[in-house]
């Protein structure tokens, strides 16, 4: 016979049962389908016991409100009693004999019953069912699952990551569209610090196809939503959020931005990716700007090492040169960066699977930027992947064959406006007097 529920009880509280004076009690919770969930414990006292761990509970999906004060029983047993159940089939003597005589009158006089089983002076627990039969009862051993109230997050990957030199590292992330968000969830699980989350939208109903975010975000905004979701998978980097626009009020990303060990800008359209690009070389930050295109079947990852790598508007104009990049532009708004894309429309299109294969190079990217010596050394400051043969375009967007993936790097470009002819006294430029007049000259 398969294993039938599973229940969800905190650590905590099955040390409160092992400390109580009392043999047996009650467990509150929810109950739906195959999950039971457990909240809290009778223990003898005037109140239902509850620990961090049972609050964990309250965000399960199947717990919608739908609390019971008893979804089924705990009973301290003699140690050495689970290893004796080992058969699905037992008498009613036998039942009886590690059962406490009031609780087995409760259960004499039920069909089914949920029985939590704890040993006493040992580690072991079991979740049961009893089922009572005509004849015999069955007793059905279940899944359990415990939850701590203090996780460790980083158990699989302890010495594949640097956890303590990543705990201090800083990042900012504009942009939490599909990307976006993926890339900020994959460095929070690779142990990094502090996250620095930039984005002015709330999250919709065309959002779901491809975000982490799911239906139970919709209206919120995306920087809300994401730490969320970082944080239900019991992480603990620090969130920094504004949902501001960064071109009407930069304040707060410069201020953002000058803490960062690196940066990654996520975003869709040449304005604000010029404006953090702009930033991060003033301000002498790594950055990381990643975007698809061609209904993401092409994805773009450009490191930007300041005074050292070409920027992104180095890069334009060198891709400019080579016929590589096209650009369109609408009365009413600034099309997303593109390569030579058959598309035409402004809508952001393209399958969740490749969206994230893009991101994840992004991310593994940024990891290898902020520590080369444990992720490993990075040759190349501009790389292009497709997702299908791509003939139709010229280098660096041309894919022979399917996960094709090119490297490419550009040096800075003496006609840049950025970090050519501004190299020498960068230094000295007043972000908030020049800024205007440099876009004006992109």
Same mark, same amino acid.
């Given at each position: ?70 979804? *089924? ?103 939490? *569209? ?14 990094? *610090? ?181 992720? *490993? ?66």
């Amino acid at each position: 016979m398969s294993v039938f529920n599973c229940i969800l009880i905190g650590e905590e509280l099955i040390s409160k049962i092992r400390r109580c004076d009392v043999a047996w009690g009650k467990i509150g919770g929810f109950s739906k389908e195959n999950v039971l969930g457990v909240v809290s414990v009778d223990i003898g006292t005037h109140e239902f016991e509850i620990c961090k761990a049972s609050l964990k509970v309250f965000k399960h999906r199947f717990f919608s409100g739908n609390y019971n004060e008893k979804i *089924g029983f705990w009973v301290k047993i003699k140690k050495g009693t689970i290893q004796k159940i080992v058969s699905f089939d037992s008498t009613i003597k036998e039942i009886s004999n590690w059962l406490p005589e009031e609780l087995f009158k409760i259960i004499e006089e039920s069909t089914i019953e949920h029985i939590f089983l704890i040993e006493e002076d040992s580690d072991e627990v079991l979740n049961t069912t009893i089922f009572k039969g005509k004849e015999n009862w069955i007793v059905i051993p279940e899944e359990i699952e415990i939850l701590e109230e203090d996780p460790n997050p980083f158990l699989r990957i302890d010495g594949l990551v640097p956890l303590e030199e990543m705990k201090e590292k800083t990042a900012v992330i504009v942009g939490l *569209g599909s990307g976006g968000a993926a890339i900020a969830l994959e460095l929070a699980a690779a142990g990094v *610090g502090s996250l620095h989350l930039f984005d002015k939208e709330r999250l919709n109903s065309v959002n779901l196809f491809r975000h982490i975010c799911d239906v139970r975000d919709l209206g919120r905004y995306k920087v809300d939503a994401v730490e969320d979701v970082i944080k239900d998978h019991t992480l603990k980097t620090e969130i920094i959020k504004c949902d501001s626009d960064i071109i009407d009020e930069p304040a707060k990303l410069i201020e953002s931005i000058q803490c960062a060990d690196i940066v990654i800008c996520a975003t869709d359209n040449t304005q604000s990716r010029s404006l953090v690009n702009y930033l991060c070389v003033k301000l002498n930050k790594a950055l990381i700007l990643v975007c698809t295109f061609d209904n993401a079947k092409i994805g773009e990852v450009i490191r930007v090492i300041p005074n050292t790598t070409a920027c992104y508007e180095c890069t334009r104009i060198h891709l400019k040169e080579q016929g590589a990049l096209l650009e369109e532009k609408s009365s009413e708004t600034v099309l997303p960066y593109s390569s030579q894309t058959k598309e035409r429309g402004l809508t952001s299109r393209g399958t969740r699977t490749d969206v994230m294969i893009v991101a994840a190079i992004s991310s593994k990217v940024a990891l290898m930027t902020l520590s080369a010596k444990d992720f *490993g050394n990075l040759s190349f400051n501009f790389i292009t992947w497709g997702a299908t043969r791509n003939t139709d375009f010229i280098s660096p967007y041309y894919f022979r064959m399917p996960f094709s993936t090119n490297y490419t790097n550009y040096n800075i470009h003496p006609e840049c406006p950025i970090c050519g002819s501004l190299a020498p006294e960068i230094q000295d430029v007043n972000i908030e007097e020049e800024y205007d007049e440099i876009m004006q000259k992109i």
